[in-house]
Nanobody
Framework: QVHLIESGGGLVQEGASLRLSCAAS????????MGWFRQAPGKEREFVGR????????YYADSMKGRFTISRDNAKNTVYLQMNSLKPEDTGVYYC???????????????????WGQGTQVTVSS
């Protein structure tokens, strides 16, 4: 497994932007596709998006398309989640997760990821 640490969360107003970072260590970063999930209080963990090993391919949940962008810097072992036009319903704990390149299946399933960060809180006020 790879060790992941998220940062960049906080309290913002509706319409604002935030960029989350996730720093990886412990294993070869380029052996993993990376995903972002979020979890609101009382709700299940929800898929946000995913980026391929090389960073050229991304996939997002429908509700995030056009507002959220995932990128990665393999030289820095870091993946990012840029969130724009934030809404109160975006509030939750955001987690990054690592998916080994040997795994096959639905990329939006938590079962595709074997390493998780501790999460960072994002709160959007109206």
């Amino acid at each position: 497994q790879v060790h992941l640490i998220e940062s960049g969360g906080g309290l913002v107003q509706e319409g604002a932007s935030l960029r989350l970072s996730c720093a990886a260590s412990g294993r070869t970063f380029t052996n993993y596709a990376m995903g972002w999930f979020r979890q609101a209080p009382g709700k299940e963990r929800e898929f946000v998006g995913r980026i391929s090993v090389g960073g050229r391919s991304t996939y997002y949940a429908d509700s995030m398309k056009g507002r959220f962008t995932i990128s990665r810097d393999n030289a820095k072992n870091t993946v990012y989640l840029q969130m724009n036009s934030l809404k109160p319903e975006d509030t939750g704990v955001y987690y990054c997760a690592a998916s080994p390149i040997t795994y096959n299946g639905n990329v939006d399933s938590t079962r595709m990821y074997d390493s998780w960060g501790q999460g960072t809180q994002v709160t959007v006020s109206s």
